[in-house]
Structures are given as structure tokens and as C-alpha cells.
């Protein structure tokens, strides 16, 4: 309906329906149609139609000063919905796994918030796989595509992983200088629900699954990160929790000359996922442009890609 009163009010405005049609970018016959169309909806004559003028009908008077004022409306509303759809505000509910929420998630808050003073973040910290749809949250960040096809993924960043121990524990139980040799070593390792846990090393000329085991095992780094720290044992963890303590001298890589992966295919990304269709909310958008520009610049930019 409100299509058709919209070519009623240009037929006005033009004083023919082939000036209306040209203004609407419609044939002629088709601006004649939908007043045709309108006037079997309304049950009234709107125009009184001759070869030489068209002229309104007094209903037709009479529907203009409502036609005119509902477009005027209308396009007041799209407008405002418009700049509504522009300015990030309200809630952002973030799910992410503990150790990347603390390393990279919380540093980038405060500015996010001061840039957008009328976004409110709602963050968790889990390990856990939560379900996004049934527990309303906005954005996830994954290890991983989601195979849930309802949700939207976009790549953060490439997940290189780096073995490496601290000196009093290679000075205490020996450097491993081959992948078979690691399976020698007590190694702390990421919860893989009770199966057997393997890690695969690769080189320009060959690869070598190892079974590796050790005393403690978790969900989340941060706990495996401690202990490596304390001497406990080898730590094959992302380069961006590692990369720093490497730095510091309070880590030293293991086997440098090979990839270490937990999974037989090394390179798997982060993901960014999320709900919102093609229009995701504002602050979501926001939200996803700016961690997206502190991984690509800055302290992130060396962590992400192993290069220590």
C-alpha cells in the first residue's frame, strides 16, 4: 500500500503519470496501474483523467493531505533509521575462552569504551562451548570455523602454536633435540575429553605424530602457562600467550627448526562468529572493526604470527 500511495502522491506532484514514470523510473502504463490498483483498495475515484489534464477528484483532494503527510512520515522514519543503524549504542554480549579474552579482549576495552561511551559490554570468560543462540550472546571467538550455519565466522587471525619450556625445567630434565624424544617428557596439555593426546611436528620434509602425556591437564591455557613458568614440564601453546615470556627469557623454544601443532593440521585460525544475519548490530560491527585493527597493528601484530 504504501508503494502505491507514493506514486499517487509523484502523479500529483508531476501532473501526468508519464512525468510521474519518469521520476519513479516506471512505464507509464505501470504508474497508471498502480493508481488503478489504488483506487480498487480505496473504493474511490482519485483522478478525474482526460487527454488533456488530470485532475484530482474531491476524494482525491481529501487523500492527498493524508497521502502527503504519511509519506513525509515514512521517509522522517527510515531516515531515523538510518542514523539509528549508524551509531554503535546498547549491549554487546561477548563470549570468549579465558586466556585470548585476557590477553587480547580486555587491554582493547577501555579505549573501545571511551570511543563508544554508549555501548555497554557484557563479556564471559569461559572455556566452555557456549551455545550463542540460546544464551543471547552477540559475538563468540573460536579456535576453529562454528559448523553451526546459522552463525556468521569471520578470520581474526592465524593460531601458530610454539613448544617451549622454561630453563629450570631443560636444565633439569634435558633438552629434547628430536620430536620422538619429547614423548619422554612430562607435558602439560589442553583437556581433549580423555582421548589420548598426540602432538604432530613437521618440517619442509616430513611429519611425526608423537603420544605425549603429563600431570596436568585443562581447558584453558592460563593454568598450563603457570606451570610451564614454574618448571613443570613442555607447554605447546598459541604464540600469542607464549610469545612474551619468550621474549623475557622466561621460556625458551623447543625444537625451533619444526612446527608443533596439537591437531594433524597445523594453521587452524581464530574466528570472530556471530549472530545479526546481514545486518549485525551496530556495536557488534564496531566492535569487530576495532579488535580487528589491534591484531593487524601494534603488540598483537609480532604475537599472532610467531614471530619472536
Known amino acids: 500500500m504504501l ?4 506514486v499517487f502522491t509523484q502523479v500529483v506532484e508531476s501532473g501526468s503519470f508519464s512525468k510521474a514514470g519518469h521520476a519513479l523510473h516506471m512505464a507509464p502504463s505501470s504508474v497508471a496501474r498502480n493508481i488503478d490498483n489504488l483506487e480498487k483498495q480505496l473504493r474511490v475515484t482519485l483522478f478525474k483523467r482526460s487527454t488533456r489534464q488530470l485532475l484530482l477528484t474531491e476524494e482525491g483532494q481529501y487523500f492527498l493531505v493524508g497521502a502527503s503527510k504519511l509519506m513525509e512520515d515514512a521517509d522522517q522514519l527510515i531516515r531515523s533509521m538510518d ?8 549491549t554487546l554480549r561477548i563470549s570468549v575462552f579465558e586466556s585470548f579474552g585476557n590477553l587480547c579482549i580486555n587491554p582493547i576495552l577501555p579505549d573501545f569504551l571511551k570511543r563508544y561511551p554508549n555501548v555497554t559490554v557484557d563479556i564471559e570468560l569461559d572455556d566452555r562451548m557456549v551455545d550463542m543462540n540460546a544464551e543471547n550472546i552477540d559475538l563468540g571467538i573460536r579456535i576453529g570455523r562454528p559448523a553451526d550455519s546459522s ?3 569471520r578470520m581474526l587471525m592465524p593460531n ?3 613448544l617451549c619450556a622454561s630453563p629450570s625445567y631443560l636444565e633439569r630434565c634435558g633438552t629434547p633435540t628430536t620430536p620422538e624424544e619429547v614423548s619422554q617428557h612430562n607435558c602439560l596439555l589442553l583437556s581433549r575429553d580423555r582421548k589420548r593426546n598426540y602432538w604432530h611436528f613437521s618440517n619442509k620434509k616430513q611429519h ?8 596436568l591437564y585443562s581447558r584453558g591455557g592460563s593454568p598450563l602457562m603457570s606451570a610451564a613458568l614454574g618448571g613443570t614440564g613442555l607447554l605447546l601453546l598459541s604464540s600469542w600467550m607464549v610469545s612474551d615470556s619468550i621474549k623475557d627469557g622466561k621460556l625458551q623454544k623447543v625444537l625451533p627448526d619444526w612446527t608443533a601443532s596439537p591437531h594433524e593440521h597445523a594453521g587452524i585460525e581464530i574466528y570472530a562468529v556471530y549472530r545479526g544475519g546481514k545486518y549485525p548490530k551496530p556495536q557488534l560491527r564496531a566492535f569487530l572493526d576495532y579488535l580487528v585493527d589491534h591484531i593487524e597493528v601494534g603488540e598483537l601484530y609480532e604475537k599472532v604470527r610467531g614471530e619472536i
Not at 3 to 6: K, Q
Not at 83 to 90: E, L
Request: proline residues 4%; without cysteine; hydrophobic residues 35%.
Open 83 to 90: 542514523k539509528t543503524n549508524d551509531v554503535p549504542s546498547g
Open 151 to 153: 552463525l556468521n565466522a
Open 3 to 6: 508503494d502505491l500511495v507514493r
Open 208 to 215: 611425526k605424530k608423537v603420544a605425549v602425556k603429563g600431570n
Open 160 to 162: 601458530h602454536t610454539i
